[in-house]
């Protein structure tokens, strides 16, 4: 039985170049960029340009970027940065309920030092409203952290909307964007978006784990959480990630450039699964057409996530249930609860996400498989699942 990876949103296959650049990289450049003689000039180089490359796909300029281990290291030194550096002016900061864990727990440990939280609510599709971001901006508000994608419905948030309205009510309140989910699959533009901190991570849009950017807005200052060495405009102490970095600005640069044809192939595979699904008695769609391309949530009221995903790997079929870094939590999913879905929908989310490597073949063993498991699992759906 052959297998179809459809977890794309919890990490991608890294592009062959990748791999090569890496292991090029780590036999050719082991240097230290720090050091004084050529070995280290060399790899010092290695990372201006890898600087440059991953400047020019977001557009914006090197001095902005920031290498880091990935995007629970750049969403917690954006976040807990910025909150730190500017509570001199005020201890106010705002969020979703519906962030990745590295935001939200951000928040809660930022809480728990003190400072105010607004926890925004969406709507049952999952969205922000941003009249409401603007309106709990106050003078003492310094960071409002939204995601651009949600990672596990696919939710888009209104984020020029959102950066619009906050440069209106308050310039100062810095605007930090999870861009984890939508960089490669739709169109990113920072500066008009008026966002001034922005997180990315290098496995999902097919480069080498371990790896991420932070964009910091010029000007931008940050409190650094890692701290012993000049490295990164001395926001990040520590012995640059060479064969990782030069391997994720190429891939950065290859996911830029295939973006609008990934939209475009990825969409009608999308649009195509959810027609499907609409026909499964059972199934409550959390994902739509106006989601993000690459993800396809469902719930399956009355039969636990794992018990459907174990049944789908079985066919051959490798999904996942919410984020992956809270997956194996057996909770009810909070995003789903969020947006108004009852225990048992949340209890029971299903989350694909399509990669630029799935055919039409693939999407339909993929609805024979899902349409097979439904129909087995039918006679053994719990309604009332008791809350554990
Ligand atoms: N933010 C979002 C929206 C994500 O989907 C993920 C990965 N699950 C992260 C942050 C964390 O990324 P990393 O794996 O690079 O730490």
Request: net charge positive; aromatic share 4%.
């Given at each position: 039985m052959s297998l179809i990876y459809w977890d794309h949103a919890a990490s991608t296959?890294?592009?062959?170049?990748?791999?090569?650049?890496?292991?090029?990289?780590?036999?050719?450049?082991?240097?230290?960029?720090?050091?004084?003689?050529?070995?280290?000039?060399?790899a010092g180089k290695l990372i201006r340009r890898a600087r440059e490359g991953c400047a020019s796909s977001l557009g914006v300029k090197p001095a902005e970027i920031v290498f880091t281990s990935g995007a629970t290291e750049g969403n917690n030194m954006a976040i807990k940065g910025a909150a730190l550096q500017?509570?001199?002016?005020?201890?106010?900061?705002?969020?979703?309920?519906?962030?990745?864990?590295?935001?939200?727990?951000?928040?809660?440990?930022?809480?728990?030092?003190?400072?105010?939280?607004?926890?925004?609510?969406?709507?049952?599709?999952?969205?922000?409203?941003?009249?409401?971001?603007?309106?709990?901006?106050?003078?003492?508000?310094?960071?409002?952290?939204?995601?651009?994608?949600?990672?596990?419905?696919?939710?888009?948030?209104?984020?020029?909307?959102?950066?619009?309205?906050?440069?209106?009510?308050?310039?100062?309140?810095?605007?930090h964007v999870d861009g984890v989910q939508g960089f490669g699959k739709l169109s990113v533009d920072l500066r008009k978006w008026g966002v001034d901190l922005y997180t990315l991570s290098s496995h999902k849009f097919?480069?080498?784990?371990?790896?991420?950017?932070?964009?910091?807005?010029?000007?931008?200052?940050?409190?650094?959480?890692?701290?012993?060495?000049?490295?990164e405009q001395g926001l990040r102490a520590g012995t640059e990630n060479i064969p990782q970095i030069v391997a994720m600005a190429k891939a950065m640069r290859m996911t830029g450039e295939r973006q609008e044809t990934f939209h475009v192939?990825?969409?009608?595979?999308?649009?195509?699964?959810?027609?499907?699904?609409?026909?499964?008695?059972?199934?409550v769609l959390n994902s739509d057409e106006d989601s993000a391309p690459h993800i396809v949530n469902f719930s399956y009221?009355?039969?636990?996530?794992?018990v459907f995903v174990?049944?789908?790997?079985?066919?051959?079929?490798?999904?996942?249930?919410?984020?992956?870094?809270?997956?194996?939590?057996?909770?009810?999913?909070?995003?789903?609860?969020?947006m108004g879905r009852t225990f048992e929908e949340a209890s029971?989310?299903?989350?694909i996400s399509i990669g630029d490597c799935h055919t039409e073949d693939d999407i339909e063993q993929l609805e024979y498989a899902i349409?097979?498991?439904?129909?087995?699992?039918?006679?053994?759906?719990?309604?009332?699942m008791k809350r554990s």
């Open positions: 296959p890294p592009y062959e170049d990748v791999i090569r650049i890496v292991s090029e990289v780590m036999k050719e450049h082991y240097g230290n960029p720090s050091s004084m003689h050529g070995l280290g000039e060399n500017h509570m001199s002016r005020g201890k106010h900061i705002i969020t979703t309920e519906i962030e990745h864990a590295s935001v939200y727990e951000s928040f809660v440990q930022l809480q728990q030092w003190g400072f105010e939280v607004t926890f925004l609510p969406v709507n049952s599709r999952g969205e922000v409203d941003p009249v409401a971001v603007s309106s709990e901006i106050r003078k003492d508000t310094t960071l409002v952290s939204i995601m651009h994608v949600n990672n596990e419905t696919g939710t888009i948030q209104p984020i020029e909307a959102i950066g619009k309205l906050m440069k209106v009510k308050h310039p100062r309140t810095l605007f097919r480069g080498p784990k371990g790896v991420g950017v932070l964009y910091v807005r010029e000007g931008v200052a940050l409190t650094p959480l890692l701290t012993g060495g000049s490295q192939r990825v969409s009608l595979l999308r649009n195509r699964l959810l027609q499907t699904l609409r026909e499964i008695p059972g199934i009221p009355g039969m636990k996530s794992e174990h049944a789908l790997e079985e066919m051959g079929m490798l999904v996942s249930t919410k984020s992956a870094c809270s997956s194996k939590l057996a909770e009810p999913s909070k995003v789903l609860l969020s029971s989310g299903i989350r349409r097979s498991v439904a129909e087995r699992l039918q006679p053994f759906l719990q309604r009332g």
